[in-house]
């Protein structure tokens, strides 16, 4: 059995440099004394030559300019002893030296499959067996490769893959979407998986999380996220509406205390994510985070953080940390869905370190059968970082011209006012903030335990949806997935703040600080800040390092107070989430930088390192 350690300082050995995803490097090398200082150290280049990156069936006008020959990357690469392990958009995984940025092995993955967006899991090997890495794909495969060599681990699974669209999770259906745009977690022997599925149709595979033998790819447990009509949590659910039934998934990331043996899942929204009229009821484990025992699957407790979600909340943002007050520590972990209300909780029983109360919230739709929960919880401390309600005062007005543009931007999506977790309507269009990408989306925060300050990237961006019957009876978004901005600027419809790097001092429940992050280049709106994708993660040397935005950025801030300090330009922006490693007495920073996001093409395909002279 692989023993449960700390990743060394050097390291960084999974996604969230350790199993519970605080993202903190105990690294010091560069401090805010010489930040400033960093420069290039090498670049490495994911796609092959002669490869060029197909973006798929989109309309003439858009290929045209989506059409670069790069594909988009959210990947944050691992470091272990010496090595990176990247997944990369071009259908391989890779090995590449951290020293050099000279690539060691590359495995291409078959039929043009492509592995998981965001990256790779390490497993440190056991009785015998070499260190491996893991990670799923898009067509539902999850593959174990040698991580010496690249080569598949023949032991695992059919010559290193294991097929996880079994019958269990395929809910009867021949073919459905079912695969893995997050790397799994490890616990010991365990690879524990969750999903990416449909968010409609509501029928589909089921969002089940699962656990297999590291070496085998055996089926070791499997957790039901909605539960079978004879577990607890059954009497939740309108009684024949959960079957069949997909989402309810882990899109983002298990977080693991090793210690204590507990894997805790942030288990996502059903389907459909804006109707709930087919699924009365509050709906476990939906938008819950969930704990179980790690070796077995076996149930320990839930918090669920929204009651019959039917905003697309989700819950993609879940961190393990520690809370020191009154002289002692408390395990805890930070629980945030997309509204980003932040729910600090002891994670080993499950209970808010400060007051949880149910907050009475609108109820009122003009959708027939729909029954909005009439409570959803809400903290008395931290306060909810983002707004969360819009009326007309609100719109931008910072020029005559953005106010006349987001003055037809309203008028043509038909936009109503919005009060927090306002029931979505059929004669106009709600303007849900802080909106489908958050508030917090899966880049998720990072914690500094000597600070106690847990820091977060925010978006404030509305989603305006409105609701039409569907041939089949039941109701889904009119015109699609739609936002509250001005395509032709980019900028959102509302008042700023858009984008911002905040602290939260976990002890306390306060805003210890919060800056804009991110430049529009527009001088009326220097500090809105812009949307962002992907997180940020901390060191030892006081710093907090973040790309994320559109701007073709990276930038490292005081931790401590919010300074900026340090601004690297990109060959184009990063939206996964940066890292730090040492390489003998150096240490390192890398970032992913291809953009494709927030209605931009990917123009690179650059991994590139950083370090003091």
Same mark, same amino acid.
């Given at each position: 059995m692989a023993i449960a350690a700390p990743p060394k300082d050097g390291d960084w050995a999974s996604y969230g440099r350790d199993p519970g995803g605080a993202r903190h490097s105990p690294l010091k090398q560069i401090t805010t004394a010489n930040v400033d200082k960093l420069r290039q150290a090498w670049v490495y280049h994911m796609r092959p030559p002669g490869v060029t990156a197909d973006v798929g069936p989109m309309p003439d006008g858009m290929r045209a300019r989506f059409a670069t020959g790069f594909s988009a990357s959210e990947a944050t690469p691992l470091v272990v002893d010496g090595v990176m392990y990247l997944s990369t958009p071009y259908n391989r995984v890779v090995a590449v030296d951290a020293a050099t940025g000279r690539e060691r092995w590359a495995y291409t993955l078959a039929n043009k499959d492509q592995p998981s967006t965001r990256g790779v899991a390490y497993w440190p090997g056991a009785k015998g067996k070499g260190a491996r890495i893991f990670f799923g794909t898009r067509s539902g495969k999850l593959i174990a490769l040698d991580a010496a060599t690249g080569h598949p681990a023949a032991e695992f699974g059919e010559a290193g893959i294991v097929n996880l669209k079994t019958p269990e999770v395929m809910n009867g259906l021949k073919v459905a979407p079912l695969g893995m745009s997050s790397p799994p977690a490890i616990y010991k022997d365990l690879v524990i998986t969750g999903s990416r599925v449909q968010e409609m149709p509501i029928k589909g595979a089921a969002g089940d999380v699962r656990a297999w033998d590291a070496r085998t790819g055996r089926l070791v447990w499997t957790f039901h996220t909605i539960p079978r009509d004879d577990e607890p949590g059954a009497d939740t659910w309108e009684p024949g509406s959960t079957k069949g039934r997909s989402g309810t998934n882990v899109w983002t990331f298990v977080q693991v205390d090793e210690k204590r043996g507990i894997a805790y899942l942030p288990i996502g929204t059903p389907?459909?994510?804006?109707?709930?009229?087919?699924?009365?009821?509050?709906?476990?484990?939906?938008?819950?985070?969930?704990?179980?025992?790690?070796?077995?699957?076996?149930?320990?407790?839930?918090?669920?953080?929204?009651?019959?979600?039917?905003?697309?909340?989700?819950?993609?943002?879940?961190?393990?940390?520690?809370?020191?007050?009154?002289?002692?520590?408390?395990?805890?972990?930070?629980?945030?869905?997309?509204?980003?209300?932040?729910?600090?909780?002891?994670?080993?029983?499950?209970?808010?370190?400060?007051?949880?109360?149910?907050?009475?919230?609108?109820?009122?739709?003009?959708?027939?059968?729909?029954?909005?929960?009439?409570?959803?919880?809400?903290?008395?401390?931290?306060?909810?970082?983002?707004?969360?309600?819009?009326?007309?005062?609100?719109?931008?007005?910072?020029?005559?011209?953005?106010?006349?543009?987001?003055?037809?931007?309203?008028?043509?999506?038909?936009?109503?006012?919005?009060?927090?977790?306002?029931?979505?309507?059929?004669?106009?269009?709600?303007?849900?903030?802080?909106?489908?990408?958050?508030?917090?989306?899966?880049?998720?925060?990072?914690?500094?335990?000597?600070?106690?300050?847990?820091?977060?990237?925010?978006?404030?961006?509305?989603?305006?949806?409105?609701?039409?019957?569907?041939?089949?009876?039941?109701?889904?978004?009119?015109?699609?997935?739609?936002?509250?901005?001005?395509?032709?600027?980019?900028?959102?419809?509302?008042?700023?703040?858009?984008?911002?790097?905040?602290?939260?001092? !976990?002890?306390?429940?306060?805003?210890?600080?919060?800056?804009?992050?991110?430049?529009?280049?527009?001088?009326?709106?220097?500090?809105?800040?812009?949307?962002?994708?992907?997180?940020?993660?901390?060191?030892?040397?006081?710093?907090?390092?973040?790309?994320?935005?559109?701007?073709?950025?990276?930038?490292?801030?005081?931790?401590?107070?919010?300074?900026?300090?340090?601004?690297?330009?990109?060959?184009?922006?990063?939206?996964?989430?940066?890292?730090?490693?040492?390489?003998?007495?150096?240490?390192?920073?890398? !970032?992913?930088?291809?953009?494709?996001?927030?209605?931009?093409?990917?123009?690179?395909?650059?991994?590139?390192?950083?370090?003091?002279?």
């Open positions: 389907t459909f994510d804006r109707w709930g009229g087919d699924r009365k009821g509050a709906n476990l484990y939906s938008n819950s985070v969930v704990a179980v025992d790690a070796a077995t699957g076996r149930y320990l407790w839930h918090f669920q953080t929204v009651h019959h979600d039917i905003w697309d909340f989700d819950l993609p943002t879940l961190t393990l940390i520690d809370v020191r007050r009154g002289g002692r520590v408390i395990p805890a972990l930070v629980a945030m869905n997309k509204t980003a209300i932040m729910f600090v909780l002891d994670r080993v029983t499950g209970k808010p370190l400060f007051d949880v109360r149910e907050m009475p919230v609108p109820t009122e739709t003009d959708v027939p059968g729909e029954q909005p929960w009439p409570t959803q919880p809400m903290p008395v401390a931290p306060p909810p970082l983002t707004r969360l309600s819009y009326g007309p005062d609100d719109i931008l007005d910072v020029t005559p011209e953005l106010k006349a543009r987001c003055e037809q931007v309203a008028k043509n999506l038909n936009i109503a006012p919005s009060k927090p977790f306002q029931p979505l309507r059929a004669d106009s269009a709600v303007n849900t903030f802080p909106g489908s990408l958050g508030g917090v989306d899966w880049g998720g925060g990072a914690f500094d335990p000597k600070l106690g300050l847990y820091v977060i990237n925010l978006n404030e961006l509305g989603s305006p949806q409105q609701l039409e019957r569907q041939p089949d009876g039941s109701w889904g978004m009119k015109g699609g997935y739609a936002y509250f901005a001005d395509m032709e600027t980019g900028f959102p419809c509302s008042k700023p703040p858009w984008g911002e790097l905040v602290a939260v001092d !976990v002890a306390k429940g306060t805003v210890a600080w919060r800056r804009p992050l991110g430049d529009t280049g527009h001088p009326a709106l220097k500090d809105a800040g812009i949307t962002s994708a992907g997180g940020p993660f901390t060191t030892s040397g006081g710093l907090t390092f973040i790309g994320a935005t559109k701007d073709k950025r990276l930038r490292a801030f005081e931790t401590k107070t919010g300074k900026l300090l340090w601004t690297a330009e990109l060959p184009d922006s990063n939206y996964g989430t940066p890292m730090t490693y040492a390489v003998g007495k150096r240490q390192m920073v890398a !970032v992913v930088a291809t953009g494709g996001f927030a209605f931009s093409p990917a123009t690179s395909d650059a991994v590139i390192a950083y370090a003091l002279p």
